[in-house]
């Protein structure tokens, strides 16, 4: 009896062995490499993809070829058009997340999964990116991809987007981009520019590295990481191939940036959500495995190993109830830098326990480059009245500095940190120039003359400031003056006129990156009361350059120049200027006419 049972048992395990085995090989991709030509797709061919729904275990789901569509991203650009058959995806649909999941036609990898075909539909009807193309390398160079800066929040060229008509029309499936330590705030008021870019945005964590993080198989996740720290952004999809170091992601592009270098890092499934609307997979970002080196029309390519160099960015929050500390790091892109900061400076903001609506924001920082001296940074928000958040005017700052340095036409700036400090008070404080005079109407070449300005804070009585102004020695007696009594966007416009905020690739601005720098490190702060005192002699603005008390003969040969615009002449000369620091923004603008004497 004993032999027996034995007997039996060796049997159960045996069966349970080979039970293992079988669905082991079911949910593993084949070994095979072999690739079905497109020429030999037929309609009605049997096949097979694999993806993750949830945790680490890839999937085997069926299909059938419904046709080929010739020509349908653009000139020898065929899509192979599948309905996706099994419980599973019959329930889901075609889900976010799950562009890139390597389909096989009789046993070889005909393509990638990249689209899907409408909205609500009761079939799940994808197109499949053809294998070769995926594959295909880009001829772009990374020389080629660093050279020419771009606007920061111009949509990106997805020429896939472009053929997404509404209705039943093909259109890539969507990406999801992760976010972790945001808020639903924060993604809210930036999902108009992260949706020009093609992805969905979700919410997610943060998984531990694990040793096997780059140990990548097809059907696998990956993405690209753009933040990382405190808080982290990634986008997710499916691996299609794995040659050597060389990883084939997506089987269509993020954003089409070409030649990149952004950090690549394992995907964990947490599980995926069903939805009528959108199906959507729920993802962990992972260790980092390597480098995204190229997106472009057929697939995301990435490389195993280092990951490239990210920008740091500190940021302190000060306030009565005490003080945060934040460390982020992120991508070093001209066209995903500038709004990544501006994202993440206002998440840092209003996603901590010391932040509170209802208070002025008062914001130092530097920015720091190689090569250059820093860009400093320094602007005062107070609250306002409407519903939109007291950051947000804080993020567009930094986000505008960032732009001003990606899309200069001279040098790529190699940003080395960013340090930024917001100190709040309790409040609203802000203040309006209602009224302004001199200490007296006449004052001699070279004297010192008091200005009072009386200004109205927010709802609050009435004070007045007090500063001094120089009449220039030199003022010839009997010449009026003007005295200005400004905010300092008036001061910037009267000493530069239309060029004060000149970017450069426009029609005039500075001629270099340091030129810009000094540009931006001298111009006005909006929490400072200005007086300037102008002289009735023309100021000649070339570029970056002011040039007060320029002889009209100069002036009548230098602005012949052949570039329109570049010039520009102003009739008056700033000829002193003092400024009051008063711990809020000002806005107002009153001018006094002074008698020399």
Known sequence: MGQILRSKRAVVLTLACLLAATHALA???????????LDQVRVGMQGYAYTIFEGDQVEKFDLVVLGVLPNFLGPK???????????KVEHTGVVAGMSGSPVYLDGKLAGALSLKLGVFTKEAIAGVTPIADVLQQPAQTMAAAKIAPTEQLESPGNELARNALPGGALQPIETPLVFS?????????????????????????????????????????????????DA???????????????????????????????????????????????????????????TITSDHLTAVIGKLGPAPAMIPLDLTMNTPLGEKKLHFDMINHPKLTPLLVA?????????????????????TGEIRLKGHVPVQLESTVSPGDTMAPDAMPLAIVVQSAFTRLFTNNYEV??????????????????????SAWLEKGEAAPGENL?????????????????????????????????????????MNRASRGFNFNAMPGGTSGPAGLDQLIALMNRERHNDRLYVGLFVPAPTMVWDDKEMPNVPLSQISVIDGRPTPGSVQVLRESLASEASIALGGPVGGLISLNLQIR
């Not at 694990?210 to 696998?220: E, I, S, T, W, Y």
């Open 27 to 37: 949910t593993t991709p084949p070994e095979s490499n072999e690739m079905l030509p």
């Open 181 to 229: 330590g945001f808020g639903a705030t924060t993604i809210q008021q930036f999902s108009p520019q992260l949706q020009g870019y093609g992805f969905v945005a979700a919410q997610g964590g943060t998984a531990e590295p694990r040793p096997d993080d780059g140990k990548l198989a097809p059907g696998q996740m990956a993405g690209m990481v753009l933040v990382s720290g």
């Open 450 to 490: 008091k200005v009072r300005v009386l200004l109205r804070p927010y709802r609050g009585e009435a004070k007045i400031a007090e500063t001094t102004v120089r009449v220039p020695d030199q003022i010839a007696r009997g010449t009026t003056l003007r005295v200005l009594v400004s905010d300092a966007d008036w």
């Open 343 to 363: 994202l993440t400076t206002f998440n840092g903001l209003t996603q901590n326990t010391v932040y509170g609506e209802g208070t002025t924001l008062h914001l």
């Open 77 to 87: 650009q065929s899509i192979i058009l599948v309905e996706l058959k099994g419980p």
């Open 232 to 290: 982290s952004i990634n986008s997710a999809c499916t691996v299609t191939a794995v040659q050597g170091d060389k990883v084939f992601l997506c089987g269509h592009p993020l954003m089409n940036l070409g030649d990149i270098a952004i950090p690549m890092a394992r995907s964990r499934v947490v599980t995926t959500l069903s939805s009528s609307l959108a199906s959507t997979k729920v993802v962990n970002m992972g260790g980092s495995i390597g």
């Open 413 to 434: 700036p190699n940003v080395e940190g960013v340090s930024l400090k917001v100190e709040s008070l309790a409040g609203r404080k802000s203040y309006t120039i209602e």
